[in-house]
């Protein structure tokens, strides 16, 4: 079934168009025409004289935006990677005129990553003939595919009920990317066991998520696991997956300052701790801080199962070697250099 999934060549077809350099997707004997408009200039009033500043690239008659207008320190990145979607009304003419509105971003402002829990087959069959999907599927063969299931332009079914910060809902403005893995078993004394990623997976990972990221300008603190955004009810990409390769060698995502953990390991003594972990105000401050972090959760001061649930979350991504859901010194420790390190804005 591997033979009959590809990865559909749009998204690196119009990202090579953005950057003017020829595609080496696809090779064609038909003669293309491209034409690029003007250099855009400020517009005049819009009581004056209409002034041009579309910057379109023009293929075979279907249009391309291919400059930033945006903010790109605010996530504000408009140049398109898909075609222009326009209306054609009947026995009228859409211009652009005034083409593009400063006030726009992209609808991508998350990666958020699973595992499927499945094989590769039933991956593929339950991510397209289901009511579930994402945008991408990476298998675990040793090859050069990776499965597009999903245009980026559109949303995929993948997180569900979630939250990350001050942002709920998330299918609505992320990049879903699905890995094969079998998930995890229990053991005997109800612990969770995981099973590890391939080296190949990682890789065809960290390359689908640099080009991801780069085109998206999507930050640090917005590409992350199903965990993150759903910590009471999903485990992945879970434990093994490595969150601190992908931050050391390839510059994505978070991590935390080991020098910063240990400035705020030294300002507790273990006995300290303690005695303070069962302190009704410590525990609401633990809890305030993995709320500023970004995850859903509700301080109150005391734990139950729903928050030790967004403990363990939290201990998948940045303490994968201790996940009891127990807020020990050092996951203190790594929570507080986190939350320095990466504020809310």
């Given at each position: 079934?591997?033979?009959?999934?590809?990865?559909?060549?749009?998204?690196?077809?119009?990202?090579?168009?953005?950057?003017?350099?020829?595609?080496?997707?696809?090779?064609?004997?038909?003669?293309?025409?491209?034409?690029?408009?003007?250099?855009?200039?400020?517009?005049?009033?819009?009581?004056?004289?209409?002034?041009?500043?579309?910057?379109?690239?023009?293929?075979?008659?279907?249009?391309?935006?291919?400059?930033n207008?945006?903010?790109?320190?605010k996530?504000?990145?408009?140049?398109?990677?898909?075609?222009?979607?326009?209306?054609?009304?009947?026995?009228?003419?859409?211009?652009?005129?005034?083409f593009?509105?400063?006030a726009?971003?992209?609808?991508?402002?998350?990666?958020?990553?699973?595992?499927?829990?499945l094989?590769?087959?039933?991956?593929?069959?339950?991510?397209?003939?289901?009511?579930?999907?994402?945008?991408?599927l990476?298998?675990?063969?040793?090859?050069?595919?990776?499965?597009?299931?999903?245009?980026?332009?559109?949303?995929?079914?993948?997180?569900?009920?979630?939250?990350?910060?001050?942002d709920?809902?998330?299918?609505?403005?992320?990049?879903?990317?699905?890995?094969?893995?079998?998930?995890?078993?229990?053991?005997?004394?109800?612990?969770?066991?995981?099973?590890?990623?391939?080296?190949?997976?990682?890789?065809?990972?960290?390359?689908l998520?640099?080009?991801?990221?780069?085109?998206?300008?999507?930050?640090?603190?917005?590409?992350?696991?199903?965990?993150?955004?759903?910590?009471?009810?999903?485990?992945?990409?879970?434990?093994?997956f490595?969150?601190?390769?992908?931050?050391?060698?390839?510059?994505?995502?978070?991590?935390?300052?080991?020098?910063?953990?240990?400035?705020?390991?030294?300002?507790?003594?273990?006995?300290?701790?303690?005695?303070?972990?069962?302190?009704?105000?410590f525990?609401?401050?633990?809890?305030?801080?993995?709320?500023?972090?970004?995850?859903?959760?509700?301080?109150?001061?005391?734990?139950?199962?729903?928050?030790?649930k967004?403990?363990?979350?939290?201990?998948?991504?940045?303490?994968?070697?201790?996940?009891?859901?127990?807020?020990?010194?050092?996951?203190?420790?790594?929570?507080?250099?986190?939350?320095?390190?990466?504020?809310?804005?």
């Amino acid at each position: 079934m591997s033979k009959m999934l590809y990865i559909i060549g749009l998204s690196t077809f119009l990202f090579s168009c953005a950057s003017q350099k020829p595609s080496t997707i696809r090779k064609t004997s038909a003669r293309t025409t491209t034409t690029t408009a003007k250099t855009p200039v400020k517009p005049g009033p819009v009581t004056g004289v209409p002034t041009s500043r579309t910057g379109l690239t023009v293929l075979h008659g279907v249009e391309f935006y291919t400059q930033n207008i945006g903010d790109i320190t605010k996530n504000d990145n408009t140049m398109s990677h898909g075609s222009i979607v326009m209306a054609k009304p009947a026995g009228y003419h859409v211009v652009k005129t005034y083409f593009p509105a400063v006030a726009q971003n992209f609808r991508q402002r998350y990666v958020i990553l699973h595992y499927t829990a499945l094989d590769e087959d039933k991956s593929a069959s339950v991510l397209t003939q289901q009511a579930v999907s994402s945008h991408y599927l990476v298998n675990n063969k040793r090859n050069d595919e990776i499965y597009q299931l999903v245009d980026e332009n559109k949303r995929a079914y993948h997180s569900g009920i979630s939250a990350w910060r001050k942002d709920k809902n998330l299918n609505d403005t992320s990049i879903g990317i699905e890995i094969v893995n079998p998930g995890f078993t229990t053991d005997a004394s109800g612990k969770k066991i995981f099973v590890p990623y391939d080296e190949h997976q990682i890789k065809k990972m960290a390359a689908l998520l640099k080009d991801i990221v780069n085109r998206y300008q999507i930050p640090p603190t917005n590409v992350l696991g199903h965990s993150d955004v759903a910590p009471t009810r999903k485990q992945d990409p879970g434990p093994l997956f490595p969150w601190k390769k992908l931050y050391d060698q390839y510059q994505i995502g978070m991590w935390y300052d080991e020098a910063a953990k240990q400035g705020f390991m030294t300002q507790m003594t273990p006995e300290t701790f303690m005695m303070e972990q069962s302190n009704s105000t410590f525990i609401f401050k633990v809890q305030t801080f993995l709320q500023q972090f970004g995850y859903e959760i509700n301080p109150t001061g005391a734990w139950d199962t729903e928050n030790m649930k967004v403990v363990e979350a939290f201990q998948y991504r940045f303490r994968p070697e201790n996940y009891s859901g127990v807020m020990d010194m050092e996951t203190w420790a790594i929570l507080q250099a986190l939350v320095q390190k990466y504020p809310q804005k």
